[in-house]
């Protein structure tokens, strides 16, 4: 595609419902990441994927949080029994790998209630 | 410590006087860097990168940024600004992760540039 596709664009998860989150990277890209950024924050690295090797998981917050990219293609981030603090808008990234350019999604806005 | 920061939070500037977004970084090694820039409920645009050759790197929008090896420093530049440039800027640098042999990206906090008409 054209550019890194995200789904959905906004969640509302009410606290304890499990949700997913979806990411289609640039076509060709070997490399994806998923970054979260809290409210006028930085985005910060959850984990990384080369091909669909999850090589660098370390940045995700609790045992809820989970990515898988089964096919190197397509990602998904689960996060399981969501908690307000989990509210941020969670970014999917993609790149032919270090160093050049890493292109983003538009977030998926996630929301817990 | 590795680590890349933008010493301000918000930079105020009227529409066509020229600007500058400051972002200085601490790297071991030959730093790659980038700004990308982010509108309101947006995600992150790519705007240019150093990576290596000329110091002075030219990206999108008319924007482009000086890397400043003896001041660790790579700000970001437009001559004349506009009142559609104002948004919210990050500076990042690639950071090796621990042990693992690759590099993933470290964002600054953030710059807010407002220009006013």
């Known amino acids: 595609g054209a550019g890194v596709s995200q789904s959905p664009r906004y969640k509302v998860a009410k606290r304890g419902q499990d949700v997913a989150l979806r990411c289609d990277p640039i076509s060709g890209h070997v490399s994806l990441f998923w970054y979260q950024q809290a409210l006028g924050q930085g985005p910060e690295f959850l984990t990384y994927?080369?091909?669909?090797?999850?090589?660098?998981k370390s940045g995700l917050p609790s045992d809820r949080f989970f990515a898988e990219r089964p096919e190197g293609s397509v990602s998904t981030l689960k996060i399981q029994r969501t908690q307000q603090e989990d509210s941020a808008v969670y970014l999917c990234?993609?790149?032919?790998?270090?160093?050049?350019?890493?292109?983003f999604g538009e977030g998926s806005w996630l929301t817990v209630v | 410590a590795q680590s890349v920061a933008q010493p301000e939070d918000q930079v105020n500037v009227a529409e066509g006087n020229p600007l500058t977004v400051k972002c200085t970084y601490s790297v071991s090694g030959n730093p790659y860097l980038f700004w990308y820039v982010q509108y309101p409920n947006r995600g992150l645009q790519f705007l240019l990168k150093y990576i290596t050759g000329d110091n002075l790197v030219k990206g999108s929008y008319g924007f482009e940024a000086e890397f400043n090896k003896s001041q660790t420093s790579f700000h970001l530049k437009k001559p004349s600004a506009l009142v559609s440039d104002s948004a919210l800027y990050f500076c990042a640098v690639f950071l090796l992760r621990g042990n693992s042999g690759y590099s993933t990206l470290t964002f600054g906090k953030g710059t807010m540039l407002l220009v006013s008409p």
């Open positions: 990234a993609s790149s032919y790998g270090a160093p050049n350019t890493i292109y």
């Open positions: 994927f080369q091909n669909e090797a999850q090589l660098d």
